[in-house]
Structure formats: C-alpha cells, structure tokens
C-alpha cells in the first residue's frame, strides 16, 4: 500500500485557517489541520471565492425550492447560482483527477454546507437545504466519504467517516494493482469482520457477488464491489455488532485460553458490551492473543486496525 500521507481529501478552505468568509475571517479547525493533516493531504476549496467573488463580500443564501436552490445576496439581491454553478462544473472535473478519498464541508454554508442548510421560501427558513458546491459533490461522487465538520465532534460519526476514508483508499490501491479475482476474493476476506461490524448483511452480499464474479466482467464486478462495500461501511457499526465480532474473533481461541483467560476475554468484552470500557480494551486483549497464538487468519484482518491508532477513535464509549 501506498505510504498514508499520500490520502488526498478535500475541505472547505476557511476551515484549514484561510481567510476567505464573506467577513473575510475563517473557521480554523485545529482538530482538520493538526490532527487529521498528519495523516492526510488537503486540497483546499472555497467556492464563493473560486466562483469569482471577492473577500469581504455581502452575505448570501439559498432561496426557493429546496430541491433547485437559488442563491442570492441578502441585501442586493443578486441572483448568482449560474455563476456558481458553472464553478461547481468546472471543480468537479478538477477534482475527478485528484483521487480524492473524501470531503470535509463548513456547515451551515449556502455553497459548502452537506446537510439542514436553511433555504429561505416566504419570509421562512427551513433546514433542509444543501449547499450547490456540496450537492454537486453529492451527484457526482456518491461513493465519496463526506462530511462537516461539526459533526465530527460526534465521536461515532467521526470514527465512521475516518474509517470510510482509509477503506475507500485501500479499495483505490487495490484497484491501482489491476487486480483478478483472487486478488478480490483476499481484499474481501481480510475486511471480513469489518464488514461484520457495519453490515453483516452487505457482507453477505458481498461474498455471493465474489463468489460469482467468475461469471461477471471485471470492470462491472470491481463496480458492483465498490458501491456495495461503501454502502456497507456507511453504515455505523454499533457495540452490539462489535459485540459479535469480538466473540467471533474469541472463537478461534477455543481450544487454546485457559479457563481463567476465557473468563477474563469475556468479562472484558462484556464490559464493552455494557458500556464500562471502550472497544480498544477488548481489542488489545485479542490482539495479545492473536500474536500469542499466531493465528495467521486473523492477523490479516483489517478489523483489528482500520486507521492509525494514534487516532485514538475507538477510545469512546
């Protein structure tokens, strides 16, 4: 695999310090550039001032039918969703050749915001807009990690959207190798529990779509995989779903822990269970073990470190 650094995302420039608001002032989010950035690459994007608009410049937002937006100067009322639009066209080619691996969007922006953007109809403003930027994103990348940022203070929402962005470049490395099928029948196996834990079902439809790939070109099948193992992961794994994946990873143990150490497994992945203890606790007991027994199998499991763990992102409870 290539080396982590080389994970390209994009993000919302005021949020990354650049002064380009409407204010002229900026959203710096230290958690995005000092934590995140050392681990990824950032490609920077303002769309007001990318679509032409100078900084300072007069507040805007979207009018109209929430479903095609207008959006317009607050006082002035300039109506400037063509000129915004044709930025977003043009972006969009652009960043189709960047092998983004995901997007970090400002709330509440009538261009940036991903999700509840007011859009103002008869004096009344309803949450329930996207900003043109981040929906022609939306269309144009479904597969694509996005998210905003203040939602990442939601611990579940922001291990769910880390955890996408390193899938989605382990699928793009995978890709990169022009791989077989028995390159994709290992790719599925070694994010087994992974899947286990967001969807069990989608594995399962992953594993009958691999086991018919034979039967299905390459391109479809690498298709087929894709949309299916992001919509997988999309989906939060829960502690009940950890749960069994924890005691599944137990199973291959059975004949060599002792009693006492069958015992403390499961008093440790209970405590998760219950909620007294994260989910690195129990992995690392698990970890112990799978060096100690050497089980082959399950050190090839992307389950047990989907990102770096200096990322700490299954340290909540």
Known sequence: MRDATSITI??????LGEHVRYDGGHKHDHYISDTLGAYFNFVAVCPEVGCGLSTPREAMRLEGDPSAPRLMTRQTRVDLTEQMLAFCAKKVRELAKMDLCGFIFKKDSPSSGLFRVKVYNNG??????????????????????????????DPDIRENFIE????YYRWKTFLAAAPGIGRLVEFHTSHKLLLMAHSPQIYRELGTLVGHGSE?????????????????????S????????LQHIMGYFKQQLSHGEKAELLEVIGQYHDHLVPLVVPLTLLRHYISKYDQQYLKGQVYLAPHPAQLMLRNHV
């Open 216 to 236: 299905i070109k390459a391109e479809e099948l690498q298709q087929r995989y894709e949309k299916l193992f992001m919509k997988g992961l999309a989906l939060h």
């Open 164 to 167: 996408r962005i390193f899938s």
């Open 238 to 245: 829960t502690v009940k779903k950890n749960t069994n994946v």
């Open 124 to 153: 009344q403003a309803l949450k329930v807009g996207s900003g043109l930027f981040a929906a022609a994103m939306v269309r144009n990348f479904p597969l694509l990690p996005m998210e905003e940022e203040g939602r990442l203070n």
């Open 10 to 15: 994009g993000v919302s420039a005021c949020l």
